[in-house]
């Protein structure tokens, strides 16, 4: 079995409020995309291009979608 990466980013938005109303997202990502980050936040990029894509299904009464 292949070797799985422990590491996670999470991002907060709370421009709605805080609690129920904060929107919350997460990305797990490779070693190797995580040494692309900080190297990029070390050079103090201004801007830089990182991006994941996530499958989500319907979203049910709330606007939740798993």
Known sequence: MGERSLIRLNMLDYSSGTG???V??????????????????FCHLPDFVFSQDKIFGEPDEKGTAL
């Open 20 to 22: 129920e109303k904060a």
């Open 24 to 41: 919350s997202v997460y990305a797990n990502i490779s070693p190797e995309e995580a040494r692309y980050v900080y190297s990029a936040l």
